[in-house]
């Protein structure tokens, strides 16, 4: 069957767009002393070394990983794909972990929203390999708030550089969703240090042969503590001792999974291993809790590359793909068929993916600019107001995105057809891959408990200053005519939104609330997705001088995006105002 | 991780409610002559041996058979993974594949019904090894309407009894939605045969070692044939000829699928291969079609198997896996954590999983049965409306089913948590193999197609008739109080589908109707739901006073789909009543 070749083509295009014109980026930084000297220009040439970084080396080794997997090996020791280690290693050497680190601990200082869209792309190209970094992230942050600062001294450098790995040991067989439930203990020794016993599983990059020492960040109980997610601590286990020996830790088995094979999911024993408190007693939560809105982030941006990879792959297949003819009459008569692009179900299936895509990276950059503000403003009110929009966004990131690349790989592969089922392809890959990001970091269940038990009840003045800059998006775009359908159906979605969650709040019973979460999820993604679909547009037209077909095929996907991917959305707040249902319990079974 | 075993409880019960209750079975059987005979226990003790092989037989081939795949030989055959060919000699020995042929070939003449309900437990148990007899079905209604006195007395005997295999043989690289592409030659002879010359793709079932010959339907050109779909005809061609020897055709690859591991699909060479027209020159494809609205109830029933499969196991393990409390207050609190199963957001996807298992199958057996009135009643008036029920039914079933397949599996994947994503607990095998019967026997998008090109404007009776028989069915719901909300839902779905089917009709340009189709699809699945509900409902209270927790816990279940599942169905009528909205083209890419 003739067909392209999966490739990766970055959407670099598209992201200087979203820097530039959606959310002046250049303007935010100019008001931060960190960022004040970066430039647009700067910045997009780190994008394109990122770029070719990913496409040139990442891409090459993604069906491969799959193929091959991770091997476990005799000794404990874990040997990654073919072509792993010399990546990473070459990963590190230009520099890319510590892109968005703090100089001090010899990172570079970028924008956090530069080091998403280089996720993305990292992503897009090698999910399974880009797990093993994407940890860095979080246990910098945790260890830079919490640490001692002989830990910090001793493990942040080498961190930051990448040189050391990391791994997150939270989940226990008996706790998953509820950490509260685990059971792994520390005690303390007269020298300072944690021995650590017990058991973890899923743990990704727990062991493998990337780097020379893996620090985890363990959590577990102290002696005496209390049972529940109050009882629990912190503690960082290296697997190589400062003195070079082995830390008392194993790697006992690696999950066979659905995807991403190329990552070494650990099912991981502490026999008494040595480690340190990171944080107080007690409150090992709080610390892991540190990373989470950055953690949850990667997650969103694993979805959101999986889509953008999903999407341009099929445009490609099904302008090369001929079967039937178009509608109304043959596109190309000299030729046996039409390519199936001219039919209105791929047209759907696509330009609703393009939209998604080019709405979720307008979203999910907001949020990471939002990050960095929330760092690096100097004023503490809007470090403040940054936080707590960024921390209202991460649930719904989070759980939206991850479900775009996953259905968005489905969509794609439906325009593949039979070819689409085949290994050949790639797509079935990227579903397989996709799927893992629903449920890690806190399933998507998850992510709409803390969306309506915690964001909209905790946040509620970010909740009402985003519906302020919504609003104004709107104002924005009912002044150019050409834009007044954007402004009235982003209006009325701030309405709608404002009401629901509303009524969402006012009602005092956790069942019901929780039976609509998933309502109220759909439904503010909605928002802000009009919001995306606005701004965007509004964006386009002040480009179109410069490139009219570029702007205006913009614009035109934005518009689908109003007109055939949000009316349905609406009926979710009309549930939430609505009477309560009965949510029946399940029978036994 | 403890859990429970991947296991199958056949639906059995639930199945007999639907053949009695809800569809009243043994009625229709009475009215047709060759059913005349069929009662209620003894077609209910033949789906519990159905169910006893698919259980104990096919279940513990399923994950192995995955695993291990199929192979192809240096000499051109295929072995299947192990314990398939045991499994199909000991399914032809008791008789199975011939259930719901014709008496006069061999078969029992049992109703498609039954042989329904047999498929749907084949299929939750092993989809891949059920691929092989499911296309005996169509092989046999092909041959015998269309076959050749000769043919029909060579092959249908051994056909009907399952000791030969069939096989489709129409994609080709160039030629999959499209089959006017197809290339493939037939040249006539002297003798009367067919000399055949092509390759064909994507042929499942077309090399296999679980019987001595395998019969392919091929579809091809005769010499001087017009391009495009009325040049086609269609071939018989055997793997054996009558002399015993070898036919001039070879398996040259097996495709490495996303999922079905255990099913062969082959791309097919014929290098000359003698075969037989089936049917008149250039008709081929008329030919084909007879067997297609059974055949695409086929792969409806294969979603069916896999969302019954994926309710039952997540339900089990929601029952038996703690994490956190329910919210209103502990449930167990003798206990670390409550059932996962009194969550809000595990209730909903079990409850929304559960009730659209048990309308499709209402809605399913409604169109199987519509079949065997087609086929067996004694007045042409009602063969015809049910055949044209059947056919208006069909793309909805094969649309919407096997999405249920693939999307039920994912919503169960998600209460498995991580370790749903594991190899270990069989729901990622179902996704994997579920997501085929979205592509193949005309992909959704095709099915939707057919919907709003073909069926709707054609069948306009059986339309009306189906909306009267809806109506009649809310009658009966209003008037028992306690079912006024399932009469009142139902009587707004049906006014809404037919507004919105009218004003669907009534545009004229078919890039309008096609941009449309899948708001139609959804429109209409949501109309049969709305009905399955009600039906299903009311059948209930009539066995209220036998068992009054079962009844009752089933009329819930209908309920929760009444409110919580139906109401946002009705935006797509809007949308279908709208005014037009453009569809932009898409970009080169």
């Known amino acids: 069957m003739s067909h392209s070749v999966w490739s990766y083509d970055a959407p670099l295009r598209e992201m200087r767009f979203v820097l530039e014109h959606v959310l002046d980026a250049a303007a935010a930084w100019a008001e931060c002393p960190q960022h004040a000297d970066l430039d647009l220009d700067t910045a997009c040439a780190v994008l394109e070394q990122g770029a070719r970084f990913a496409s040139e080396r990442l891409l090459v080794l993604n069906a491969p990983g799959d193929l091959e997997g991770c091997h476990l090996d005799a000794d404990g020791r874990v040997r990654t794909p073919a072509g792993f280690r010399e990546a990473y290693r070459d990963f590190v050497a230009a520099g890319w972990p510590a892109l968005a680190a703090e100089p001090r601990w010899g990172g570079q200082g970028l924008p956090l929203l530069l080091d998403a869209l280089l996720r993305e792309m990292l992503d897009a190209c090698n999910h399974a390999w880009n797990m093993y970094p994407d ?36 989940t226990e067989p008996q706790a998953g969703s509820d950490l509260g439930l685990l059971r792994t203990r520390a005690e303390p020794q007269p020298d300072g240090s944690l021995r650590v016993r017990g058991d973890k599983i899923f743990i990704s990059g727990g062991e493998h042969d990337l780097a020379d020492n893996i620090v985890h960040l363990v959590l577990c109980r102290l002696p005496g503590a209390p049972d529940g997610s109050r009882g629990l601590s912190l503690a960082l286990v290296p697997s190589v001792l400062p003195d070079g020996g082995r830390n008392a830790m194993r790697c006992i088995g690696l999950e066979h999974k659905m995807g991403i094979h190329g990552s070494a999911t650990c099912a991981m024993r502490y026999e008494g291993a040595t480690g340190w408190l990171v944080g107080e007693p007690g409150r090992g939560l709080a610390a892991m809790f540190v990373m989470m ?14 889509a953008e990879m999903a999407a341009q792959n099929a445009l490609r297949y099904a302008n090369e793909r001929r079967q039937s003819r178009a509608p109304r009459q043959a596109r190309q008569p000299g030729e046996q068929a039409d390519p199936i692009a001219m039919h209105p179900a791929i047209r759907h299936a696509l330009l609703g993916l393009q939209a998604r895509v080019e709405a ?7 949020a990471a600019l939002a990050l960095d503000l929330a760092q690096h403003h100097p004023l503490q009110a809007t470090r403040d107001a940054q ?25 794609a592969l439906q325009v593949f057809g039979g070819f689409g089922y085949t290994r050949d392809c790639g797509i079935e890959q990227s579903l397989r891959d996709a799927r893992v990001a629903m449920i890690y970091e806190g399933s998507n269940e998850i992510q709409a408990i803390d969306l309506v038990q915690r964001k909209l009840p905790a946040e509620d003045a970010a909740w009402h200053a985003l519906l302020d800059e919504l609003r104004a998006e709107a104002r924005a775009c009912a ?28 009602r005092q019973d956790a069942e019901q609330r929780l039976a609509l979460a998933q309502h109220a999820m759909d439904g503010l993604w909605g928002l802000l997705e009009a919001w995306a679909f606005a701004a965007s547009a509004r964006a386009a037209t002040r480009v179109r001088d410069a490139d009219p077909a570029w702007a205006d095929a913009r614009l035109l996907r934005m518009r689908y995006g109003l007109q055939w991917l949000l009316p349905g959305v609406l009926s979710h707040w009309e549930r939430l105002r609505g009477a309560d249902l009965a949510l029946p319990q399940l029978q036994p079974g």
């Open 135 to 170: 940890l860095l992230h979080g246990a910098v942050q945790t260890l830079s708030a919490h640490g001692g600062d002989e830990l910090k001294a001793r493990y942040l450098p080498r961190l930051v550089s990448g040189e050391w790995l990391a791994a997150m040991a939270l």
């Open 293 to 306: 809105n950055s953690a949850r982030l990667h997650v969103a941006l694993q979805g959101l590359g999986h």
């Open 360 to 366: 979720g990276r307008v979203i999910a950059a907001r």
């Open 387 to 411: 936080q707590a929009l960024a921390a209202l966004l991460t649930p719904l990131l989070k759980s939206r995105l991850s479900a775009l690349g996953f259905d968005g790989a489905s969509a």
């Open 479 to 506: 002044a150019q005519p050409e834009l007044r359908d954007f402004a009235e159906a982003l209006g009325a979605h701030c309405d709608a939104a404002q009401a629901g969650v509303g009524a969402l709040l006012a």
